[in-house]
């Protein structure tokens, strides 16, 4: 076996959140005076920092503005779905024995609502929320201790720049995910370790 953990993002890579978080955002624009998403796809070929400064985001008004998003998307959460081909995929991981879990910048019980309406929760050792939207890697070295796990034994599946970041940076292996936030040409320049098109190639990596 290659890869005895496979440590899962949540929006993007396993909920088809994209719309949903696009027009939350954009409902809380105003209130926080911020530059509404009008070209997802120009978006998409962004980078998260650029985007956020594009935005009108700002460092002291990121940690009101996640709350306030997460507690938007809370709403959602029993209506999003897995993204096709993904439950079949964690299906054959976990019948393999790997490990799986969950590490998202969304909160644990939102991520845990969405997974269960979709059939897919059980399949899950382990879903952490990590708020901080640029930490993933130190969440990521947590995990890792806690669970005992050597990097080498990691693979971790994302969507966005900062995931693929974070993993390298952790010194894990980053699997990107095309069918996510961030544009294909985006992800493979950062240079993850596979850039994933399909869910059912999950299965062939471990």
């Known amino acids: 076996m290659k890869y005895r953990f496979v440590i899962f993002d949540f929006d993007g890579t396993l909920a088809d959140s994209l719309a949903a978080a696009v027009a939350i955002f954009n409902r809380l624009a105003p209130r926080y005076r911020l530059n509404p998403v009008a070209d997802l796809e120009a978006a998409r070929a962004t980078p998260t920092r650029t985007l956020l400064k594009q935005t009108g985001v700002s460092f002291w008004k990121l940690p009101r503005v996640v709350r306030a998003f997460q507690a ?15 439950s079949a995929a964690l299906a054959a991981l976990a019948a393999r024995g790997v490990i799986l879990g969950v590490l998202s910048s969304n909160r644990e019980d939102t991520i845990r609502r969405c997974l269960r309406a979709n059939g897919v929760e059980e399949y899950f050792a382990f879903v952490v929320g990590y ?29 966005e720049l900062r995931d693929v970041e974070a993993a390298l940076k952790a010194k894990v292996a ?17 240079g ?9 190639e999950l299965a062939g990596l471990v």
Do not use: C, N, Q
Request: proline share 6%; aromatic share 8%.
């Open 131 to 159: 708020p901080k939207l640029f930490g993933k890697a130190k969440a990521l070295r947590r995990i890792m201790r806690a669970e005992a796990a050597d990097p080498a034994d990691v693979l971790y599946v994302g969507d």
């Open 192 to 200: 993850p370790t596979y850039l994933i098109r399909d869910p059912g």
């Open 174 to 190: 980053v699997a990107a995910v095309t069918w996510g936030f961030h544009a294909e040409s985006l992800l493979a320049g950062a």
């Open 72 to 86: 938007a998307a809370a709403e959602e959460a029993d209506r999003l779905r897995v993204f096709a081909g993904l």
